[in-house]
């Protein structure tokens, strides 16, 4: 029914790909505005009847899952019509009628219609509370605000910090077959860690010498998975300190190794004759 007037709607249009993959909002195609569209527009159609007419706009119909094809004929076959084009402009009058154009770009025509509910598959975004789980858990986002796996083909279901696994939406928009597929994948590598009860951490760790230290503290804020403690050296435990880096929370990324003015810190086998040596090798040619 219409929300304004409690009414059953005579004309429904269907709105595909609001505020996705469109550079001034979401690039990214939010996976599940299509089907959910479709089931929609199957739904109004079983329950409202043949008489109401049923549009789609669309850019393209991306029906990629099990089925999905043939549930986008399914559509099609009960008189749902689909136009290959997105309105520029909805325009709502003051009686509350709405009108607007939109180009089939199949047919090659301009097409007006004045529907009695306009739909929208807007994009889908992030959750509000993303970024204090970011913080908190010292999980990278990518540019488009989703917490950012450990690779996106070798490690899909891992986040860069060791022990902490990523599933569903958390990590990009995604639907509930693929959501279940990842949480099933994420609970089975959590399963493998628990039960082997060591955790494997990658070599790259970041090493004080305590000799070079000033105690400055300036690595200390510093470091994204807050692994750096500030200790007391002396005898009483109050003065000398020095930075000392924790193995298991360090995932090596060299921060502090670049912040350092005392050059204290160094990130295993990444020394800098080695950074120095790889350079003149590109840039001299030399072996
Ligand atoms: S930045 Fe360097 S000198 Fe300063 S506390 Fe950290 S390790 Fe020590
Ligand atoms: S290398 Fe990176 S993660 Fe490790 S202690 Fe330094 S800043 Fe933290």
Same mark, same amino acid.
């Given at each position: 029914? +219409?929300?304004?007037?409690?009414?059953?709607?005579? @004309?429904?249009?269907?709105?595909? +790909?609001?505020? @996705?993959?469109?550079? #001034?909002?979401?690039?990214?195609?939010? #996976?599940?505005? +299509?089907?959910?569209?479709?089931?929609?527009?199957?739904?109004? #159609?079983?329950?409202?009847?043949?008489?109401?007419?049923?549009?789609?706009?669309?850019?393209?119909?991306?029906?990629?899952?099990?089925?999905?094809?043939?549930?986008?004929?399914?559509?099609?076959?009960?008189?749902?019509?689909?136009?290959?084009?997105?309105?520029?402009?909805?325009?709502?009058?003051?009686?509350?009628?709405?009108?607007?154009?939109?180009?089939?770009?199949?047919?090659?025509?301009?097409?007006?219609?004045?529907?009695?509910?306009?739909?929208?598959?807007?994009?889908?975004?992030?959750?509000?509370?993303?970024? #204090?789980?970011?913080?908190?858990?010292?999980?990278?986002?990518?540019?488009?605000?989703?917490?950012?796996?450990?690779?996106?083909?070798?490690?899909?279901?891992?986040?860069?910090?060791?022990?902490?696994?990523?599933?569903?939406?958390?990590?990009?928009?995604?639907?509930?077959?693929?959501?279940?597929?990842?949480?099933?994948?994420?609970?089975?590598?959590?399963?493998?860690?628990?039960? @082997?009860?060591?955790?494997?951490?990658?070599?790259?760790?970041?090493?004080?010498?305590?000799?070079?230290?000033?105690?400055?503290?300036?690595?200390?804020?510093?470091?994204?998975?807050?692994?750096?403690?500030?200790?007391?050296?002396?005898?009483?435990?109050?003065?000398?300190?020095?930075?000392?880096?924790?193995?298991?929370?360090?995932?090596?990324?060299?921060?502090?190794?670049?912040?350092?003015?005392?050059?204290?810190?160094?990130?295993?086998?990444?020394?800098?004759?080695?950074?120095?040596?790889?350079?003149?090798?590109?840039?001299?040619?030399?072996?």
């Amino acid at each position: 029914l +219409c929300p304004e007037t409690g009414k059953k709607p005579r @004309s429904i249009v269907f709105i595909q +790909c609001v505020g @996705s993959r469109d550079r #001034r909002f979401n690039e990214y195609c939010c #996976r599940i505005g +299509c089907m959910v569209t479709l089931k929609q527009a199957i739904l109004a #159609r079983e329950k409202l009847g043949k008489d109401v007419n049923i549009y789609v706009c669309y850019i393209d119909i991306r029906s990629f899952g099990k089925g999905y094809e043939e549930f986008y004929r399914k559509a099609r076959e009960m008189g749902i019509t689909f136009i290959a084009g997105i309105p520029s402009e909805i325009r709502v009058y003051e009686d509350g009628s709405i009108y607007l154009e939109v180009y089939d770009k199949l047919t090659c025509r301009l097409l007006g219609i004045k529907p009695d509910l306009v739909v929208l598959a807007s994009g889908l975004i992030p959750n509000y509370d993303i970024e #204090r789980i970011s913080e908190l858990l010292h999980i990278s986002r990518g540019s488009d605000g989703f917490l950012l796996e450990a690779h996106p083909k070798l490690r899909p279901l891992e986040s860069a910090m060791s022990g902490i696994f990523l599933a569903g939406t958390c990590q990009g928009p995604k639907d509930i077959p693929d959501t279940i597929a990842q949480a099933s994948g994420a609970a089975a590598k959590a399963v493998n860690l628990l039960a @082997s009860g060591e955790l494997e951490l990658e070599p790259l760790k970041g090493v004080v010498n305590e000799e070079l230290c000033s105690g400055c503290r300036i690595c200390e804020p510093l470091c994204p998975y807050s692994a750096i403690i500030m200790k007391a050296k002396d005898a009483a435990g109050f003065g000398n300190l020095k930075a000392e880096i924790f193995e298991v929370l360090c995932q090596g990324c060299g921060l502090c190794e670049a912040a350092c003015p005392s050059k204290a810190i160094k990130i295993h086998h990444h020394t800098d004759e080695q950074y120095l040596d790889q350079v003149r090798a590109a840039c001299l040619g030399e072996n």
